[in-house]
Nanobody
Framework: QVQLVESGGGLVQAGGSLRLSCAAS????????MGWYRQFPGKQRELVARISSSGSTDYADSVKGRFTISRDNAKNTGSLQMNSLKPEDTALYYC?????WGQGTQVTVSS
């Protein structure tokens, strides 16, 4: 079983930056794809960014050029660097890795 711990959310002004981190621990035997999702109130979770086991990345159109996903396989950590944040990025962000969801971290962007 794998556990995920997220950190790095918070309150930031529009145009600012935040870096979300996701640390995996437990029974990890293979390198797996990792994704960051976000959920707006009353909405389903949506994919923000994904990094495959080989390192290729995909981004939602709304965050392309502003967000960067990365991972450190040796440390079993992943991150989402978010730049040029907008109020519409305000949401609860989740890491999904090894078939497990993180606890979620709130990102709030003020205008």
């Amino acid at each position: 079983q794998v556990q995920l711990v997220e950190s790095g959310g918070g309150l930031v002004q529009a145009g600012g930056s935040l870096r979300l981190s996701c640390a995996a621990s437990g029974s990890i035997f293979v390198i797996d794809a990792m994704g960051w999702y976000r959920q707006f109130p009353g909405k389903q979770r949506e994919l923000v960014a994904r990094i495959s086991s080989s390192g290729s990345t995909d981004y939602a159109d709304s965050v392309k050029g502003r967000f960067t996903i990365s991972r450190d396989n040796a440390k079993n950590t992943g991150s989402l660097q978010m730049n040029s944040l907008k109020p519409e990025d305000t949401a609860l962000y989740y890491c999904h890795w090894y078939g497990t969801w993180g606890q979620g971290t709130q990102v709030t962007v003020s205008s």
